[in-house]
């Protein structure tokens, strides 16, 4: 594992590649509801900022919970250590769990809450691989995973708001993103093996393109009728 040192303190190059791939995430998030343009927007647009300061908190402190016996006995270690990845997760978390109720509470479109979760991953997954293939020479699988999430990440922004109260939109985005994750995986994927010589990866993108299709198709027919 590489590391950069600053002052006192030692930082993973890869904790610093996720840190700006999660910084990523909330600026383009951002965009998207400026991109909106509404009062719904407007009213998640405030919240944002507030989730981002509670998450850095969240994961600064997480090993008071991840590791509360090392912080018990040396309460020094908040200051040089932090939740590293496991940490972000339960940041990340945090942040759902705000949005998901403030979007029931406010009652919001039921479909903008998935999209903005959608939206995050995106632009966090496109600078995760595009850095990790940069900096820690990911391969070509970072630079591929980096590339589409930088292309469906476009594309989320080709419909405007359209998409995010559209469930239509969300499927073909989820759709092609799981078709290109399987390609990804088929081409340069793990090698442990499930069923019938296709990897656990391969196989829950598969999954989600097959629902994904029928999905949509079922909502095409419905708006067919209707």
């Not at 507030?50 to 090993?63: D, M, T, V």
Request: net charge positive; proline share 2%; glycine share 8%.
């Amino acid at each position: 594992m590489q590391f950069i040192t600053i002052g006192p303190f030692n930082i993973s190059l890869e904790m610093l590649i996720v840190s700006a791939s999660v910084l990523a995430g909330y600026l383009v998030l951002k965009w998207r509801l400026h991109v909106l343009r509404n009062v719904e927007g407007t009213s998640i647009d405030h919240l944002m900022t507030n989730i981002l300061i509670a998450g850095l908190f969240i994961w600064k402190f997480s090993p008071l919970i991840l590791d509360f016996q090392l912080v018990i006995h040396d309460p020094l270690s908040l200051i040089y250590f932090n939740g590293g990845t496991n940490g972000l997760w339960i940041a990340a978390l945090y942040g759902c769990i705000v949005l998901m109720i403030h979007t029931w509470r406010k009652k919001l479109s039921f479909f903008m809450f998935p999209d903005l979760l959608l939206t995050f991953y995106l632009a966090s997954s496109a600078l995760y691989g595009l850095l990790y293939s940069i900096l820690l020479q990911g391969g070509v699988r970072s630079l591929a995973l980096g590339l589409l999430g930088l292309v469906m990440g476009i594309t989320q922004f080709k419909f405007s708001n359209k998409r995010m109260l559209s469930f239509l939109g969300l499927v073909v985005t989820v759709l092609w993103y799981s078709v290109g994750r399987a390609v990804i995986a088929f081409v340069d994927g793990n090698n442990e093996f499930v069923v019938h010589g296709i990897a656990a990866e391969q196989l829950f993108f598969l999954s989600a393109a097959c629902i994904s299709f029928l999905t949509k198709i079922m909502l095409e027919r419905r708006t067919e009728h209707d």
